[in-house]
């Protein structure tokens, strides 16, 4: 059965914190992304990766940064958490061989919360 | 500015319905159209989905109907069930094929 993991389910932390989150996948997957959703904006792309040590911003990287130093893993950071990024946060990953199409697996989320 | 707008963003139907989420695209270069379903406390997975050579294409209950002049698919739920109970997120992509635009969801409850 193939799995998308994140560390966390819900997450609370304070104005200004150093956030970290982190995604495993053991699909043996090129492509690792990270989204949030809000109600109504569906699911906005913050940054996703093809490989490892690579990255692209997505849609709205503005605030945030990630890391990928191993294919399986895919971390979100959060360098100075402000409110307007409560949030729930979903990692997902796909294969990048086209014949397999572009299926994305997500993995459960992590809602956080900025006090 | 969302490139694929969707619509309703929720949707109440008795059990047996047949509850229409519709969607609409402005990108030519997308040519993949997938559908994923979301239960609560879940990731979302995919559910179905479509290329533009085809008008239509049935999966058991569910049926996405594609209008390639309008920039227009739909997905159709036949005899809806409680259990269908869900976000829906319709998605598109180029032929580059590793990035998906998504909707903005749809929560549909479907009442017994």
């Known amino acids: 059965d193939v799995k998308v993991t994140q560390s966390s389910r819900y997450l609370v932390k304070r104005t200004g914190e150093k956030v970290f989150l982190e995604c495993v996948q053991d699909?043996?997957?090129?492509?690792m992304f990270w989204y949030r959703q809000d109600p109504g904006l569906g699911l906005r792309l913050i940054y996703f990766s093809y490989d490892v040590k690579m990255k692209e911003k997505g849609d709205i990287p503005e605030g945030y940064s990630v890391s990928r130093e191993k294919k399986e893993r895919f971390s979100l950071i959060l360098e100075s958490a402000s409110t307007n990024q409560t949030s729930m946060y979903l990692c997902?990953?796909?294969?990048?061989?086209?014949?397999?199409?572009?299926?994305?697996?997500f993995g459960p989320g992590t809602r956080l919360t900025v006090l | 500015q969302q490139q694929v707008k969707q619509s309703p963003q929720s949707l109440i139907v008795q059990k047996g319905g047949i509850p229409i989420i519709n969607c609409a695209y402005e990108n030519t270069a997308f040519d993949y159209f997938p559908w994923y379903q979301q239960f609560p406390g879940k990731g979302p997975a995919l559910l179905i989905a479509i290329r533009p050579d085809v008008s239509e294409k049935k999966e058991g209950r569910f049926t996405i109907s594609f209008n390639k002049s309008a920039k227009q698919f739909s997905l159709h739920i036949m005899d809806s069930q409680p259990g269908d109970s869900a976000t829906y997120f319709c998605a598109a992509t180029d032929n580059a094929g590793n990035m998906l635009t998504f909707g903005g969801g749809t929560r549909l409850m479907v009442k017994p």
């Open positions: 699909m043996d997957h090129e492509n």
């Open positions: 997902a990953s796909s294969s990048s061989i086209r014949g397999l199409g572009v299926e994305q697996f």
